[in-house]
């Protein structure tokens, strides 16, 4: 397709994946005291879907494609 290019999307939603990780890694484990477990979890969630919406906003594009 000669204009392949332009009919992808270039909206990945990479940037509303680093809103949510770092929602979830500044919030969760105070709303969640009583729960450590659940407030541990939620920390390093926040991480990895932080990291990951880092990678599709920054990366992914850089990457070349053969």
């Not at 204009?3 to 999307?9: D, F, L, T, V």
């Not at 890694?25 to 920390?43: C, E, H, K, V, W």
């Not at 879907?49 to 850089?62: A, C, D, V």
Request: no cysteine; charged share 20%; proline share 2%.
């Amino acid at each position: 397709m000669v204009h392949g290019e332009h009919n992808r999307s270039r909206n990945s939603g990479g940037f509303a994946l680093i809103i949510l990780g770092a929602l979830l890694l500044f919030l969760a484990p105070n709303i969640y005291q009583d729960m450590r477990d659940l407030g541990t979890m939620s920390l390093f969630g926040g991480i990895i879907i932080g990291s990951i919406g880092f990678y599709l906003k920054f990366f992914r594009g850089r990457v070349k494609r053969e």
